[in-house]
């Protein structure tokens, strides 16, 4: 075999070996792509299929080409990334969150959703991720500063909400009226349809400052808000998810991601339910001042 044979066979064993490591490197990383997508039980693999609302701000706000922002997405997004896995969102309204993840149709809900105990037996649900106040509102100019102030007056909350709960119980006096979802609850107490509105402190410390509302009556909140999932969901994607959410504690994003959306110093409920907090707002302006 003369010099020149031997090359081209040198040069044809050398093309043979790289063409076989890309191949190689391309089923790497394939699989790899499809053990992550494995990982949990979802709506579609690799991909959390999550519930959220249109107008509940600060927690969830879905924009007009359809793009939710807010502190719940915030935090979801940041948790999913680190997970490495992609949201896709569904606007719907409370109602359509929790009937939704019982029929299956979600892997999540991404909102300021209350914990309640009734709740708990429909579906899963995280670790707190934020604890707040209830509010009762009134247009500006309103005289009422207590709960008695309401009997025999129509107040508005979201069919569903832990809110509508809240006057059933703390405002019997009151005459309920229910409203799908909190654009069409403001809509009625700016037009006179009701005197008072219920909601949650951060909404409605968000709608007082771009609506002539004011809070008449505050109380702290039963219960925290939180990620519900599926019942027959993965338990380790909930596992997960409360894992990624005080990583984001301990290395300062969540207090970041909750200095962008309120004001008000974190309660001590949260710091109970989530006590890595406890080192990060210590000595600050976010420390509880309820006790």
Known sequence: MNSSSRRSLLIGAATAGLLLLSLTACGGGSEAAGSAAARYKLVQNGVITAGTQAEQPPFAVTDASGK??????????????????????????????????????????????????????????????????????????????????FDGKRVGAVSGSVQETFVHHEMSGARLVQFKDQTALIAQLLSGGVEAIVLGGADADEYARKQPIRIAVEVDSLQGSAFPLRKDGDPKLLKDLDAQIDAMIDDGTYVKLYKKYFHDPIASDLIRERPKLARQVMNTDLAPTRH
């Open 68 to 149: 939710p922002s807010g502190f719940a997405v915030d935090l979801m997004n940041e948790a999913a990334e680190r997970l490495d896995l992609k949201v896709q969102y569904k606007t719907t309204n409370l109602q359509g969150i929790l009937a939704g993840l019982s029929a299956g149709q979600y892997d999540i809900g991404v909102a300021g959703v209350g914990a309640t105990p009734e709740r708990k037996k429909q579906v899963a649900f995280t670790t707190p991720y934020y604890w707040g106040f209830t509010d009762v509102v009134t247009l500006k100019g309103g005289k009422q500063t207590t709960l008695p102030d």
